[in-house]
């Protein structure tokens, strides 16, 4: 059974950092490419970023570029995201997701996603 848990959420100020983790089981975490999602209030779910099983070649959405980092320890079958200089924008539930997303009937689509974990980013 797949299980995929996040936590690190919570509430930081614009231009703060926060650390997410995501702790998997139920499958070989070492042979999938794992992604991090996002849904703000009212609106659809974002890929976020993703990183190849090997944790080569990361995928970073325009809006997060050059300041979330994906991350991956195999070995601890553990996802992180590393979200440095935040911005009101980045308030969302964050999921942790296994492999890349598909398109169905227009919206992103995965097989496994966690619950999420609530970031904040208010002053």
């Known amino acids: 059974q797949v299980q995929l848990v996040e936590s690190g959420g919570g509430l930081a100020q614009p231009g703060g950092s926060l650390r997410l983790s995501c702790a998997a089981s139920?499958?070989?975490?070492?042979?999938?490419?794992m992604s991090w999602a996002r849904q703000a209030p009212g609106k659809g779910l974002e890929w976020v970023s993703g990183?190849?099983?090997?944790?080569?070649?990361?995928y970073y959405a325009g809006s997060v570029k050059g300041r979330f980092v994906i991350s991956r320890d195999n070995a601890k079958n553990t996802l992180y995201l590393q979200m440095n200089s935040l911005k009101p924008e980045d308030t969302a539930l964050y999921y942790c997701a296994k492999d890349w997303p598909t398109y169905e009937g227009g919206s992103l689509f995965w097989d496994y996603r966690g619950r999420g974990t609530q970031v904040t980013v208010s002053s």
């Open positions: 990183i190849y099983a090997d944790g080569s070649n990361p």
């Open positions: 139920g499958f070989t975490f070492s042979t999938y490419a």
